[in-house]
């Protein structure tokens, strides 16, 4: 297996932009960053069980990706739009009612990402499973891909600690911008 490619498939498709790192990022900003690290942690949780369903069941998924692919292409666009309008209509001025920074959506919002549904059921067929067949080999290669989810997301986090007073500062423009990423993502699925 070629480390290097690998790697660099990992960290960019974990480190760029996408839903869950935009959740992430509303999420500090609003709620502050622990419960970032709870929606964290699910979404961690949740990235690890793909990889192991996609290790697992890497034959059969193979044989029904398409199907995979619409169903969460219409499920992952609908929810993008819907959690960009949760962003955008999301009022300053009054009292914010947590509903998107916990563990259980940060978990959800995995299954539904297609950005997360894909890498999961293409790096292991496409990295692991040519050179790594034994379970401790997977085991670890999964291991490895999680960590490396981890701290994308963390990365995430830490970047909304650091500009959290500019973010709340300009909420408005923020959470404008934030959910017209949203909708970029949602659109790109398409494309």
């Known amino acids: 297996m070629n480390i290097t490619s690998f790697l660099i498939y990992c960290f960019i498709v974990t480190f760029t932009p996408g839903p869950t790192n935009i959740v992430i990022l509303s999420t500090v900003h609003n709620f502050g960053p622990k419960k970032a690290i709870e929606y964290t ?83 292991i067929p496409s990295f692991i499973m040519p050179n790594y067949i034994t379970i401790p080999e997977v085991t670890i290669s999964v291991i490895t ?15 909304g600690t650091i500009f959290k007073q500019f973010l709340q500062k300009h909420q408005k423009p923020v959470n404008i911008m934030m959910a017209l990423f949203l909708v970029y993502a949602a659109i790109m699925i398409w494309m």
Do not use: E, H, R
């Open 41 to 123: 942690y699910g979404a961690t949780l949740a990235f690890s069980l793909l990889l192991i369903i996609s290790a697992m069941l890497n034959t059969m998924l193979i044989t029904i990706i398409p199907k995979i692919v619409i169903v969460m292409q219409i499920i992952g666009s609908f929810y993008m739009l819907y959690l960009a309008y949760q962003i955008y209509k999301m009022d300053p001025s009054k009292p914010i009612v947590n509903q998107t920074g916990t563990f259980l959506s940060g978990f959800l919002m995995q299954f539904l990402n297609p950005k997360v549904v894909l890498f999961t059921m293409t790096v």
């Open 145 to 159: 891909i999680t960590i490396i989810g981890f701290l994308a997301l963390i990365t995430w986090v830490l970047f």
